[in-house]
């Protein structure tokens, strides 16, 4: 392998090696797990009961503010713990290209204010 340094080699093994093990224990499960699916077997479980109704239904649009504001909180932590803590050595450039990024969420959290994501509503 030549465009691989050597002290690499040991990480590309176990990599492909881990892989390997995953597939395998797939294709095992697969091949091994009997099934026989049943009417019963195949019905949704909800704590004894009968089920009423088929499984899927329409979801509040609520939910998926909860999933963005979720998602720009989980983006804003990841991305900017390690700016702040590297702050210090950033050239002008990288200050603007982060106040950029910080920015566009920004963007998310007013779109998610304006939707109503952050206000409370009681069932």
């Given at each position: 392998?030549?465009?691989?340094?050597?002290?690499?080699?040991?990480?590309?093994?176990?990599?492909?090696?881990?892989?390997?093990?995953?597939?395998?224990?797939?294709?095992?499960?697969?091949?091994?797990?009997?099934?026989?699916?049943?009417?019963?077997?195949?019905?949704?479980?909800?704590?004894?009961?009968?089920?009423?109704?088929?499984?899927?239904?329409?979801?509040?649009?609520?939910?998926?503010?909860?999933?963005?504001?979720?998602?720009?909180?989980?983006?804003?932590?990841?991305f900017l713990i390690p700016f702040v803590v590297a702050f210090?050595?950033?050239?002008?450039?990288?200050?603007?290209?982060?106040?950029?990024?910080?920015l566009l969420l920004l963007d998310g959290w007013v779109y998610?204010?304006?939707?109503?994501?952050?206000?409370?509503?009681?069932?």
């Amino acid at each position: 392998m030549a465009g691989i340094p050597e002290a690499y080699l040991p990480v590309l093994m176990m990599t492909i090696i881990g892989a390997l093990v995953i597939m395998i224990a797939i294709g095992l499960s697969r091949f091994i797990t009997p099934t026989r699916p049943t009417r019963e077997k195949l019905t949704a479980y909800e704590s004894g009961e009968e089920p009423i109704g088929g499984g899927q239904g329409p979801v509040d649009v609520q939910y998926y503010l909860y999933v963005l504001v979720f998602l720009i909180l989980d983006v804003e932590a990841i991305f900017l713990i390690p700016f702040v803590v590297a702050f210090a050595d950033l050239s002008l450039t990288a200050i603007v290209v982060g106040a950029v990024f910080v920015l566009l969420l920004l963007d998310g959290w007013v779109y998610a204010i304006k939707k109503g994501a952050l206000s409370w509503q009681g069932s």
